[in-house]
């Protein structure tokens, strides 16, 4: 057992929790901590409020801040699990999910929306969102059919295919913006730096199962992550379908960043840093480094939300890269050879 792994979880279970308390009883309302925390009481039990606690406290409780803190939870997690599959999968810890297109597709997808005028509504979900989710996952596809090889995907191929997608994908966004952008730029441009601010129970609903299952199935798939390590022709020597996990990893881990994008736009270095964080800590065994980057992703979106929020709703896009770009440069010059 991978002792400092173990207790590496521990601290981050114990942090989440602690994350979770902070960020629901801290707001701009004026409410105190500790009646945030009695009106989560009265949500969660069912019982009577008190006379003290209003309705507008509970709907301020109940309809905007978990929901919002809930977001954050799971778009952290999403983006941590998907960097570390993509590192993983590329052999590189430069590596992120939106190194495939996955970022430049969902905007693609919002900036039409926004600028075109879609306007509908499916499972309370809006068409900037769905079409966020769509074009996220298109460009994957597009990028990963581009990349096939006599049926293989060489990961040199698929990578610049990425590249040159994503380039396309980002260009086309941009004349979207020229042609159409009348009074609607500033909130693309919103998009685009990623935001929880318009966290509500129905994006709640459509991450969670992509979250939840999408982590556990890379979970299970471990072992062979570990193999892939290896380069893909003693891969196939040890047993494992190269191309199978191939495909599966990149399926599962698009879905993870496509709904990730889709409710909260472009955050960026979260995917990342944090799996490059973590890989120091626990080391390189994906059945200790993915729950963990998982946990740690949570936590450090959710505590740049509580940031953005407490700053007058930066958006949070912001935060994570003036963050985590220094962050990033200082861990490159303390060491400067790193080894997956």
Not at 152 to 165: M, N, S
Request: positive net charge.
């Amino acid at each position: 057992m991978n002792t400092r792994a173990g207790i590496m979880v521990v601290a981050l279970l114990v942090a989440t929790l602690a994350v979770f308390v902070l960020s629901a009883t801290h707001g701009t309302s004026g409410m105190s901590a500790h009646k945030a925390l009695r009106v989560m009481w009265t949500i969660v039990s069912g019982q009577q409020a008190a006379p003290d606690i209003a309705a507008q406290d509970i709907t301020i409780v109940r309809d905007i801040r978990l929901p919002r803190l809930l977001l954050g939870l799971l778009v952290g997690a999403c983006l941590a699990v998907a960097g570390v599959v993509m590192q993983a999968f590329f052999q590189n810890p430069m590596a992120a999910p939106s190194i495939i297109g996955v970022s430049a597709g969902g905007a693609l997808g919002a900036t039409a929306a926004i600028m075109l005028g879609f306007n509908f509504w499916l499972w309370r979900l809006s068409s900037v969102t769905l079409s966020a989710f769509v074009g996220a996952l298109a460009v994957t596809a597009l990028v990963y059919l581009l990349s096939r090889r006599g049926g293989r995907t060489p990961v040199g191929v698929l990578l610049l295919t990425g590249i040159a997608v994503g380039a396309m994908a980002s260009a086309a966004s941009s004349f979207i913006l020229i042609a159409y952008g009348q009074g609607q730029m500033d909130r693309v441009v919103y998009w685009l730096m990623g935001s929880l601010n318009n966290a509500d129970w129905a994006k709640v609903e459509m991450i969670w199962p992509f979250a939840l299952l999408g982590c556990a199935l890379v979970y299970l798939y471990g072992r062979d992550l570990n193999v892939l390590l290896l380069g893909d022709e003693q891969a196939h020597y040890l047993g494992l379908n190269v191309e199978h996990v191939k495909l599966v990893l990149l399926t599962l881990s698009s879905l993870l960043a496509a709904s990730a994008v889709a409710v909260a736009g472009i955050i960026g270095f979260v995917g990342l840093i944090v799996p490059h964080i973590t890989r120091l800590v626990v080391g390189p065994d994906h059945r200790w480094l993915l729950p963990t980057a998982g946990l740690a992703g949570a936590v450090l979106l959710t505590l740049a939300d509580l940031g953005a929020r407490l700053g007058g709703e930066i958006p949070i896009g912001i935060i994570t890269s003036m963050l985590g770009g220094p962050f990033f440069l200082y861990l490159l010059h303390k060491r400067r050879e790193y080894e997956m």
